[in-house]
């Protein structure tokens, strides 16, 4: 609801400003997927720029207004958002103005203070050099402060916002812009980026109002990040030109982190092509008066030519983009091949086309016009990338004469009636995914009437969502197999739905016509959605059936297996049970056994007698006494040999040695004899007990 009241506010407008019919405009953009929902509505007459809340309040507004510190110097027709949601950039015919936006503060989600009108700070870009028409401005996705420039002289421009008065690179598209080429169709009307995939990160495609479309590669920002592993992928190549730009850019790769890139002004890449369009029976050269181009991020490169005629070509890129910076007369031409040719129906009043991509959903492009809004669902999609990504023969070549995508009209702009001519275009489109509005298709037509149609996520996987830096594999880029009830859901999804109706007030066709136009509609709904849909409905209903049936045959067959292995793990369990129940009563008849055994080995043991005990303990006394004695001795004898030795050393030649008296050698004599004796009872009472102890034994 946020979203309709900041649209709803704006002033109403007439009728259509004539720069809008000449002009690409878009006056309504989206924060991304991050913004919660936030849209930016712009207000050509004051320049101003009007955005949603997430979190309204019903106390507070629910929009604000931005409004730019410098005005900008001419009038603005478009908004555009950089890929980190960070600057606006409000593009008129001859002015490109950027806005910061402010940060985000309280739990609404509202810029700087929460006021009505916030002043946010803008940088008028390359002023100089816009004195040539715009014709269309987009913001290079690698980085977030530069933006990217076409004028009507046939120069894309390059801007950094550190340095906006003069481009940062600057190509000439076209060699000869004059009036006598733009009458042949050699001029430049458009330009898209690359998928994120090989060297087509840096690439960047232009149209040129005769259809041809031709490539400038690498287009590569100052102090961009990109993956390590992409420069790796990049290396491998033998080119002389190329090598020497990467070792220039940066020294060493690495093959986890992030690398900044920093390319050399002096290495300019030129313009290549135009493609060779294949087939080559189209009558028109595949159009004229082109107008618009958008790259779709598949593998391989698709891109969606339109012109002002209300045809849109899907085109697929046959070779691998590669970069060039001079002219080589062995370069090759690479080709195009066109899948399909759709009719948008438009009357013989030509209309600028508007293309939007769906970032979530891969196959789905959004096409705006004066009359209104179509969508293509690029159904083909699947079936080519897995074609490209088998390797060998055994893959089969998708019908490209039956390749037919989804087309249906989501808003009518114009009158019903085929005899008034008043139509409201619409002049902004975004995609609003967030938690408070969802997923839905938001637009705006010229009298400031706000539309919203809500959308469905893709029931497949995107084949190219992961589209970094390593080429794509099988394994990453096929999608996988989505169920019966998907398909059936995607299958009634077909069919031409019936388009909102937004045209002005002033159309009132009668009621015969509305009448008449009513009775088609549903001629065209029963025969295309109740009778095609629903016979192709049953039919995948009738293939899932017997899809279930073959699966349940197996899983009662794996059932069957499994019951059987059941059984034989029961069997063998219990046969295991059984073995241990009678290891158990062997362990216990071994232990009675060795019981036994042990009280036998106890009762065949000697039994000592009293005495025995005695004579033993008294033959441990005498061992220590005789122990003692020997020490005592040995001390003696210690004391002896050091007397000897100091009477030895002592030289009296006065005196005369010490002599023993009588006396004294015989209380000597005694007391040597007692030992000795003592000593002989000693050891004879120890032989008499060892031969009675032998004795005994």
Same mark, same amino acid.
């Given at each position: ?9 704006? *002033? ?22 991050? =913004? ?12 101003? +720029? ?13 929009? %604000?207004? $931005? &409004? ?64 040539? &028409? ?57 330009? /898209? ?37 992409? @420069? %790796? ?17 940066? +020294?060493? *790769? ?45 593998? *391989? ?95 089969? @070549?998708?019908?490209?004469?039956? $390749? ?51 959308? &469905? ?68 709904? &029963? ?17 899932? +059936? ?13 059932? /069957? ?13 219990? %046969? ?11 362990? =216990? ?109």
């Amino acid at each position: 609801m946020a979203a309709t009241g900041a649209v709803a506010l704006l *002033p109403r407008v007439s009728e259509v400003p004539a720069e809008y019919k000449e002009y690409s405009h878009s006056l309504l953009v989206s924060a991304g997927e991050n =913004g919660d929902g936030r849209l930016f509505a712009l207000e050509t007459d004051e320049r101003v +720029v009007y955005t949603t809340i997430p979190a309204p309040s019903t106390n507070l507004p629910d929009l %604000q207004i $931005l &409004r730019c510190d410098r005005p900008p110097p001419s009038a603005v027709s478009s908004i555009h958002i950089n890929c980190s949601g960070t600057h606006l950039a409000l593009v008129g015919p001859h002015s490109v103005c950027t806005m910061a936006i402010p940060e985000q503060k309280g739990s609404r989600g509202a810029f700087g203070d929460g006021g009505p009108e916030i002043v946010c700070q803008s940088v008028v870009v390359g002023d100089f050099y816009h004195s040539s &028409r715009i014709l269309e401005m987009k913001w290079h996705p690698l980085s977030s402060n530069h933006l990217v420039v076409l004028t009507q002289d046939g120069v894309l421009r390059m801007y950094n916002l550190d340095a906006p008065n003069t481009p940062e690179l600057a190509i000439r598209v076209c060699s000869d812009q004059s009036a006598y080429q733009a009458t042949l169709g050699n001029y430049a009307v458009s330009f /898209d980026f690359g998928p994120r995939s090989g060297w087509d990160w840096f690439a960047v495609y232009v149209l040129l109002d005769s259809g041809d479309v031709t490539v400038i590669c690498p287009v590569v920002p100052q102090q961009c990040v990109v993956p390590g592993s992409l @420069l %790796q992928d990049l290396h491998n190549t033998t080119d002389a030109d190329t090598l020497d730009w990467l070792k220039q850019c940066v +020294v060493e *790769p690495g093959p986890q982190q992030d690398v900044v890139l920093t390319p050399s002004p002096q290495h300019i890449p030129i313009c290549q092509g135009p493609f060779r369009m294949l087939p080559g029976n189209s009558e028109d050269n595949y159009g004229c008066q082109a107008c618009r181009i958008a790259a779709i991020p598949a593998f *391989p490169t698709v891109l969606v030519l339109a012109d002002q005629g209300g045809f849109v070509y899907l085109c697929v890129t046959l070779q691998t983009t590669q970069p060039r910076w001079k002219e080589n007369k062995d370069m090759t031409t690479d080709t195009l091949f066109v899948l399909e040719k759709i009719d948008l129906e438009f009357p013989a009043t030509s209309s600028l086309v508007e293309f939007l991509h769906d970032s979530l959903t891969l196959e789905r492009v959004f096409v705006s016009h004066a009359r209104g809004v179509h969508c293509i669902r690029l159904t083909w999609l699947d079936s080519l990338a897995e074609f490209c990504l088998t390797e060998g023969a055994g893959s089969a @070549l998708p019908d490209v004469e039956n $390749l037919r995508s989804d087309v249906s009209d989501l808003v009518c702009t114009v009158s019903l009636d085929a005899t008034q001519d008043c139509t409201a275009p619409v002049v902004g489109l975004a995609v609003a995914t967030g938690t408070s509005v969802g997923y839905m298709l938001c637009g705006v037509t010229c009298e400031r009437e706000l539309f919203r149609l809500p959308l &469905r996520a893709a029931l497949t996987r995107p084949i190219f969502a992961g589209v970094d830096t390593t080429p794509p594999t099988a394994a990453t880029a096929v999608p996988a197999m989505v169920g019966v009830e998907a398909k059936v859901e995607r299958i009634l999804q077909k069919g031409n739905d019936v388009p909102l109706l937004k045209a002005p007030d002033s159309a009132r066709p009668d009621a015969q016509y509305c009448l008449q136009k009513l009775i088609v509609l549903t001629e065209a709904i &029963r025969s295309e959605q109740l009778v095609g849909c629903v016979a192709l409905a049953s039919e995948e209903l009738k293939h899932g +059936v017997e899809a279930q049936r073959e699966a349940l045959h197996v899983q009662q067959q794996q059932m /069957d297996e499994l019951q059987a292995t059941v059984a034989k793990l029961l069997e063998s369990g219990q %046969q295991q049970a059984e073995r241990q129940r009678q290891l158990q009563s062997k362990s =216990g008849n071994l232990v009675e056994r060795l019981k036994l055994v042990a009280s036998a080995l106890d009762a065949d043991l000697p039994v000592i007698s009293d005495a025995e005990a005695a004579y033993n303990e008294e033959l441990q006394v005498m061992q220590r006494q005789l122990r003692a004695l020997q020490i005592k001795q040995r001390e003696i004898e210690s004391k002896l040999r050091k007397c000897q030795t100091l009477s030895a050393g002592r030289q009296r030649p006065q005196s005369a040695a010490p002599t023993l008296t009588n006396q004294q050698q015989e209380l000597y004599k005694s007391e040597i004899a007692e030992i000795n004796y003592r000593i002989k009872q000693l050891l004879g009472g120890i032989q008499n007990l060892n031969i009675s102890n032998e004795k005994t034994a």
